[in-house]
Protein backbone atom coordinates (compact mmCIF):
# COMPACT_ATOMS: atom_id res chain seq x y z
CA UNK A 1 0.00 0.00 0.00
CA UNK A 2 1.17 3.37 -0.53
CA UNK A 3 2.33 6.12 1.61
CA UNK A 4 0.24 9.57 1.42
CA UNK A 5 2.06 11.92 3.31
CA UNK A 6 -0.10 14.83 4.99
CA UNK A 7 1.49 17.71 1.94
CA UNK A 8 -0.04 15.37 -0.83
CA UNK A 9 -3.30 15.35 0.98
CA UNK A 10 -2.91 19.55 0.85
CA UNK A 11 -2.03 19.22 -2.66
CA UNK A 12 -5.05 17.17 -3.13
CA UNK A 13 -7.84 19.41 -1.45
CA UNK A 14 -6.16 22.61 -3.21
CA UNK A 15 -6.74 20.54 -6.63
CA UNK A 16 -7.36 17.02 -7.08
CA UNK A 17 -6.14 17.55 -11.21
CA UNK A 18 -2.67 18.64 -9.92
CA UNK A 19 -2.21 15.95 -7.41
CA UNK A 20 -3.38 12.83 -10.22
CA UNK A 21 -0.86 14.31 -12.38
CA UNK A 22 1.70 14.34 -10.04
CA UNK A 23 0.72 10.99 -8.15
CA UNK A 24 -0.66 9.11 -11.16
CA UNK A 25 0.27 10.11 -14.16
CA UNK A 26 4.41 11.08 -12.89
CA UNK A 27 3.91 14.22 -13.97
CA UNK A 28 6.05 16.95 -12.34
CA UNK A 29 4.61 20.82 -12.63
CA UNK A 30 6.16 23.82 -14.00
CA UNK A 31 7.78 26.91 -12.41
CA UNK A 32 10.38 24.79 -10.49
CA UNK A 33 12.59 28.03 -11.29
CA UNK A 34 10.27 29.97 -9.85
CA UNK A 35 9.18 27.97 -6.41
CA UNK A 36 13.33 27.43 -5.76
CA UNK A 37 13.28 31.33 -6.14
CA UNK A 38 10.21 31.77 -3.78
CA UNK A 39 11.21 29.37 -0.91
CA UNK A 40 14.69 31.30 -0.99
CA UNK A 41 12.70 34.36 -0.70
CA UNK A 42 11.18 33.04 2.67
CA UNK A 43 14.14 31.79 3.53
CA UNK A 44 16.06 34.85 3.32
CA UNK A 45 12.63 37.03 4.77
CA UNK A 46 12.45 34.48 8.11
CA UNK A 47 16.15 35.47 8.85
CA UNK A 48 15.44 39.16 7.93
CA UNK A 49 12.51 38.83 11.12
CA UNK A 50 15.06 37.02 13.29
CA UNK A 51 17.56 39.67 12.53
CA UNK A 52 14.92 42.53 13.57
CA UNK A 53 13.88 40.58 16.62
CA UNK A 54 17.56 40.38 17.92
CA UNK A 55 18.06 44.23 17.02
CA UNK A 56 14.99 45.39 18.87
CA UNK A 57 15.89 43.16 22.02
CA UNK A 58 19.30 44.94 21.92
CA UNK A 59 18.16 47.87 21.26
CA UNK A 60 16.30 47.67 24.53
CA UNK A 61 19.07 46.35 26.35
CA UNK A 62 20.90 49.35 25.42
CA UNK A 63 18.38 51.79 26.36
CA UNK A 64 18.16 50.03 29.82
CA UNK A 65 21.54 49.78 30.41
CA UNK A 66 21.97 53.82 29.42
CA UNK A 67 19.16 54.32 32.18
CA UNK A 68 21.04 52.45 34.64
CA UNK A 69 24.17 54.60 33.94
CA UNK A 70 22.68 57.54 34.05
CA UNK A 71 20.62 57.09 37.27
CA UNK A 72 23.76 55.67 39.00
CA UNK A 73 26.05 58.45 37.98
CA UNK A 74 23.09 60.85 39.48
CA UNK A 75 22.67 59.55 42.35
CA UNK A 76 26.60 59.53 42.84
CA UNK A 77 27.16 62.92 41.97
CA UNK A 78 24.33 64.12 44.06
CA UNK A 79 22.22 65.48 41.39
CA UNK A 80 18.09 65.83 41.78
CA UNK A 81 16.24 62.80 39.96
Known sequence: MP????????EYVYCAR????????GEEPGG?????RGTWQHTQHGWLVRLSTITRLLAGLLLLAALLTFIVAATNH????
Open 3 to 10: IIRVSEIS
Open 18 to 25: SWWFRRVA
Open 32 to 36: HARRE
Open 78 to 81: GLPM
